[in-house]
Every structure is written in C-alpha cells, then in structure tokens.
C-alpha cells in the first residue's frame, strides 16, 4: 500500500540538507554514541546520503537502528527524523491512516494493534518520520515492510494476502526480498521530498541485509482522471514511457523501480479499478556468495 500523494514532480538528490541550523536533541533512545545536542554549536550534521556517501553509509546503522536526521525543504527548515518505528508511535500512525488512506476499506488500514505487531516481527523494517513541531517529536508519516521469498513465476495475489491481514505474519527472517506494503504521509506535511528519504530508507536497509532487492505494489490514483480515454494496462504504460504523469507510480519510478506487472482485483482503491502495479527495484550490490 503505497500512497504518497502529491511528493514532489521532481525528486532531487537526498544530499540536500542544512548544516548551519540549531538542531533540537533527537528523541530518547534515537541518538547515536553522540547525542545531537552535544555536537559542536549543537548544528545538525550534513545528511549521510550525499553525493560523497554510499546509500549504505555504515552510520546509518551504527547503533543498530537506522538513524537520519536532517531539515527539510520548507520555509522554516523543519527538523525531520526518520529512524526506526517504536511501541510509542504506534497509536498516532494508526490514527492517521484514514485521513492518509481515505479510498481504501478499514480492513486494509493498518491499526496500532498491527503497528506493534510489525515492530515485533522485524523491527529493522519499520520505518517513522518525525519532525519536531511545538517543543515536540511527531510522527506524521511511515513505511511498513516485511522480508519474503517471491515467487515471479506465480506473482498474482492480494493486497489483504501480502500483509496477512494487515499483521505481516507472512514475514519470513531468511527471505531474499523486502516487500513494501505501506508508505504513508500525513497531507500536511506532504510536498517536503520526505517520501525520496523513505524510499532511501528501505534501499538502505535491502543493501544492510544483503537481500536480492524490493517489491511493492504501487497504487495509480490518476487512473481515474484518464479512465474514459485509456485502459488501466495503456495507463501504466504511459506512465512507464514518462508520457503522463502519476503522483504515485512516476515517483516511484523516479526512485528506481520498474513495472514487472499489473495485479488486477489487488486492492480496494476505485481510482485505479482496484488495480495496482507489481514494482521491483532490484539490489545491483547484491551479493549471492
């Protein structure tokens, strides 16, 4: 379930990052051997993900959790984390995912209840965003994955079987691909290239882990607007050859993935006919010894 609507019409590098702004100290148990707020003039580091450093910068990972930290593109350069989710933001991202998700059925929302429980199946693939706003840390956006051994021979399936009913229980801990189910973002803090950092995130871990790279299926929700015109396959298409533009699937697209397939009858989105695109992005660091 992927749904980042409306990102960005241009995806930039994720290089971009102040360094000069006073940083407010990070969370607690989000900090890395160095809490932020004991760095030199207490400013914000430059982000590991520059032209300079490998998506797979060893820091990223240095505790054990995935840690970035940075400011964002709007007018007050806004603090923004993005780390590992925690039991603690759970409930704020299960209340936020009508208003994020307001096509699609309550059974394909994800709850607090199913937050814990992705935490608890593989904490490494949960991912938050927060920013901090009002002398405090919000969650306000988040991306769910699971491991998994895909079969493309046989790659027809259901939004409600990838996530098992929301509760990735299908997570397997020797499988080969990430499976990306969710990228969420509340609308008002949408339009900042956070998604970009997501997308970065989940690359990011698919290299820490050596897995062959991700699979998602990613929603088209300007479908409806070229319904009359065009069918959901010549949609695609279009979007694919860069002749139309989606909010959802050209962003993805930009980030990497490419359409291996349409899964028909997949989730319950009206915009797309229930439809969605069966997306890899491949790991070309992969390494199978």
Known sequence: ???????????????????????????????????????????????????????????????????????????????????????????????????????????????????????????????VVLVYKDGAWLPVGSSSTYRTTFDFDHYDHTYDEAIAGGWLT????SGDWLYGVDMAMHPDYRGLRIGRRLYDARQALVQHLNLRGEIAGGLMPHYELHRKDLSVAQYALRVWQGKLYDPTLTMQI?????IRALLYNHIGDPRSDNTATLLVRDNTHYDMH
């Not at 407010?24 to 993900?49: C, E, K, M, Y």
């Not at 840690?67 to 603690?88: G, K, R, S």
């Not at 299908?170 to 801990?173: D, L, Q, S, V």
């Open 170 to 173: 299908c997570h397997e801990r």
């Open 1 to 127: 379930m992927i749904n980042t609507t409306p990102q960005t019409h241009g995806i930039p590098h994720a290089s971009h990052a102040a360094t000069n702004t006073a940083a407010h100290p990070a969370p607690s148990g989000l900090r890395h051997d160095t809490p932020l707020s004991a760095r030199p003039n207490g400013h914000v580091p430059s982000s590991p993900l520059s032209p300079t450093h490998p998506l797979h910068h060893p820091d990223l990972w240095k505790t054990g959790r995935y840690f970035l930290h940075y400011n964002a593109h709007d007018a007050q350069h806004m603090q923004v984390i993005i780390t590992n989710t925690q039991p603690e933001h759970a409930a704020a991202l299960g209340a936020m995912q009508r208003t994020i998700f307001p096509t699609l059925p309550d059974s394909e929302l994800f709850t607090e209840a199913k937050y814990r429980k992705h935490i608890e199946l593989f904490p490494q693939g949960q991912f």
């Open 254 to 258: 930009r980030n990497g993935f490419r």
